[in-house]
């Protein structure tokens, strides 16, 4: 079975990085695409970007000057790096997988991790 | 950048009755690249519906979608009382695809 575990400090200073990680069990990060997805509070769900387990990599035009996916395929691990946060960026931060290889393919989220909250606050 | 508008935001039904919900998109895009979830709170996200109309493995038969182009659509045949929560129509376009979710409709419990 599938799992997928966000990690990673709860309180973040504004201005600070957000830095989060998300672990794979029961399955090979050697395929598909990994990402991250958030939800501000009482918010609808925003996609942040996705890492394929090459290293390509596509953000959010939103957010893509302070975004940076990196994979780790060692590890089964691949990790979320926010520059500059404000407390805009207070939000359930969710990793999830896109069972895609190629645009011919269908593109959604199929597994999900439970998420994590991280708040931007001093 | 493609908007996705779902409507009604709230859509309050008893258990045994029909839910249908409407998720427009600002602009035509692939039906490949149209899913819905369900969400409840404190939970991961529950994928319902890829490809626009195709269930995902253990989704009851109860859910179904469909459409093309800019309007697609969820249908929940019966209302089971696991089924109140809040559902997102999600959509991806662009060479490398890009996604956008839409904004939610909620479907409580009247």
């Known amino acids: 079975q599938v799992h997928l575990q966000e990690s990673g400090p709860g309180l973040v200073k504004p201005s600070e990085t957000l830095s989060l990680t998300c672990t794979v069990s029961g399955a090979s990060i050697n395929s598909y695409y990994w990402g991250w997805i958030r939800q501000p509070p009482g918010k609808g769900l925003e996609w942040i970007g996705y890492i394929y387990y090459s290293g390509r990599t596509n953000y959010n035009a939103s957010l893509r000057s302070r975004v940076t996916i990196s994979v780790d395929t060692s590890k089964r691990q691949f990790s979320l790096k926010l520059l500059s946060v404000t407390a805009t960026d207070t939000a359930v931060y969710f990793c999830a997988r896109v069972p895609a290889v190629t645009d011919r393919d269908y593109w959604y989220f199929d597994l999900w991790g439970r998420g994590t909250l991280v708040t931007v606050s001093s | 950048e493609i908007v996705l508008t779902q409507s009604p935001g709230t859509l309050s039904l008893s258990p045994g009755e029909r839910a249908t919900l409407s998720c427009r998109a600002s602009?035509?895009?692939?039906?490949?690249?149209v899913a819905w979830y369900q969400h409840k709170p404190g939970q991961a996200p529950r994928l319902l519906i890829y490809?626009?109309?195709n269930r995902d493995t253990g989704i009851p038969g109860r859910f179904s979608a469909s459409g093309s182009g800019t309007d697609f659509t969820l249908t929940i045949s019966r209302l089971e009382p696991e089924d109140f929560a809040v559902y997102y129509c999600q959509q991806g376009a662009g060479s490398p695809v890009g996604f956008t979710f839409g904004p939610g409709t909620r479907v409580d419990i009247k």
């Open positions: 490809g626009a109309s």
């Open positions: 602009q035509s895009v692939s039906s490949d690249y």
